[in-house]
Nanobody, 123 residues
């Protein structure tokens, strides 16, 4: 089993920054991928960003390109999401997810999920 624990959420004003962390433990997969998703009230969970553990290739949703950066620290089994120029529409619960294969933008393709961390952006 893989356990994922997110941290770093909070309340920030529009234009501000936050960095989320996702620490993986248990049976981690060096050849797999990690993703960040978010879910706002009344909306479906949506893809934000993803990264491969091996090689570090990345993908981003159009809505966050140029503002968010995903990175990983293989030695710490930790993935980060640096969020800059935050907007009120970025308000959501942010989840990290893992899978033992190439990254995907689809929720159903991920096998492991964290508990989520709230990000609130005030206008």
């Amino acid at each position: 089993q893989v356990q994922l624990v997110e941290s770093g959420g909070g309340l920030v004003q529009a234009g501000g920054s936050l960095r989320l962390s996702c620490a993986a433990s248990g049976r981690t997969f060096s050849s797999g991928a990690m993703g960040w998703f978010r879910q706002a009230p009344g909306k479906e969970r949506e893809f934000v960003a993803a990264i491969r553990w091996n090689g570090g290739s990345t993908d981003y949703a159009d809505s966050v390109k140029g503002r968010f950066t995903i990175s990983r620290d293989n030695a710490k089994n930790t993935v980060y999401l640096q969020m800059n120029s935050l907007k009120p529409e970025d308000t959501a619960v942010y989840y990290c997810a893992g899978r033992a294969s190439f990254y995907s933008i689809y929720v159903r393709r991920y096998d492991y999920w964290g508990q989520g961390t709230q990000v609130t952006v005030s206008s």
